[in-house]
């Protein structure tokens, strides 16, 4: 069972690197605890792709998924059958190509391969992160820009604010010794926002 507050894993199996990706699509804009133990109770310890392959062939995969009450049907169905039908190198892909999955989108890419592959550089503009710069942003006034609520779905927009919170994260490690390790700084990030709201992501 994928554990939120512990994601980060370098060196997965095949089958437990198919497990978080479902994991990371499954979780947008939802409970993580709940989600985590709702995937698990549909996997059911199976090995992911090839069962929901199985369901597929059977007919039965939006059933399987209604019967832990996932959520998100539609999409689910959509992502699950095109992650496991393109033959995608989970350890290898570069990150922009799992956006071109249903439910993928740049966060949570970029959350997948941050926590799975090491000295990986990515900003993942979650709601705890953007919720986080707004709080140490906006009340200086810089250059009268709002910092997103939501996850930019823009490239150039995602990518000028994941610079921002590289700078600010910085600026936060200034005086630590040692480089910032960015999938930590993400998953501490993470848990400190989440005392003081829903752990959604």
């Known amino acids: 069972m994928i554990d939120p507050n512990r994601v980060t894993h370098l060196s997965r199996s095949r089958e437990e690197l198919e497990e978080f990706l479902l994991f990371c699509v499954v979780v947008a804009g939802k409970n993580a605890d709940q989600q985590a133990a709702k995937l698990e109770r549909f996997l059911g310890g199976r090995p992911p792709f090839a069962y929901i392959a199985d369901c597929d062939r059977r007919g039965v995969l939006e059933s399987r998924l209604k019967s832990v009450r996932m959520g998100k ?7 699950f059958r095109e992650l496991v039908r ?3 190198d989970l350890g290898s892909c570069p990150w922009e190509s799992l956006t071109a999955f249903p439910g993928i989108g740049m966060k949570t890419a970029k959350f997948f391969v941050l926590h799975s592959r090491p000295a990986q550089i990515h900003g993942v503009l979650d709601t705890h992160v953007l919720s986080w710069m707004r709080e140490h942003w906006e009340p200086r006034g810089r250059r009268g820009l709002r910092v997103p609520r939501h996850s930019p779905q823009d490239p150039l927009a995602y990518r000028f604010w994941e610079t921002v919170f590289f700078g600010m994260m910085a600026a936060r490690h200034h005086g630590r ?25």
């Not at 049907?73 to 992502?79: A, E, P």
């Open 73 to 79: 049907y539609s999409l689910l169905c959509r992502s």
């Open 177 to 201: 010794p040692g480089p910032i390790d960015w999938a930590k700084a993400d998953l501490d990030l993470w848990r400190e926002r989440r005392g003081s709201a829903d752990p959604e992501d």
């Open 86 to 88: 393109s033959g995608t």
